[in-house]
């Protein structure tokens, strides 16, 4: 069984900075494109970044571009998100996707994704 799991979120103030892990487990996505998505309350569920199976191409929201950077260790089966000078508007359920089945990375069109967790950065 497949499972993604997210974890590294938490409580942290503007400018402050937190690093979101996501473990995969039940099959290799060595050879898969990977990626971040939030949703805030009352909002949907938007790309964050994105990065492709060996990591040499990396995708990022305009919002995040600059202070976010994904990066993946495929001995590991993990990928990252390094988050950085973070503003309130970045609060939201971080969710893990992988196995991009079709279209842009920025797309919603994986077929695997984590349960999410929390990030809320306070002002």
């Known amino acids: 069984q497949v499972q993604l799991v997210e974890s590294g979120g938490g409580l942290v103030q503007a400018g402050g900075s937190l690093r979101l892990s996501c473990a995969a487990s039940?099959?290799?996505?060595?050879?898969?494109?990977m990626g971040w998505f939030r949703q805030a309350p009352g909002k949907e569920r938007e790309f964050v970044a994105a990065?492709?199976?060996?990591?040499?191409?990396?995708y990022y929201a305009d919002s995040v571009k600059g202070r976010f950077t994904i990066s993946r260790d495929n001995a590991k089966n993990t990928v990252y998100l390094q988050m950085n000078s973070l503003k309130p508007e970045d609060t939201a359920v971080y969710y893990c996707?992988?196995?991009?089945?079709?279209?842009?990375?920025?797309?919603?069109?994986?077929?695997?994704w984590g349960q999410g967790t929390q990030v809320t950065v306070s002002s």
């Open positions: 996707a992988a196995d991009r089945l079709y279209g842009a990375p920025s797309s919603a069109n994986y077929n695997y």
């Open positions: 039940g099959r290799s996505f060595s050879s898969s494109y």
């Open positions: 990065i492709d199976w060996r990591g040499g191409s990396t």
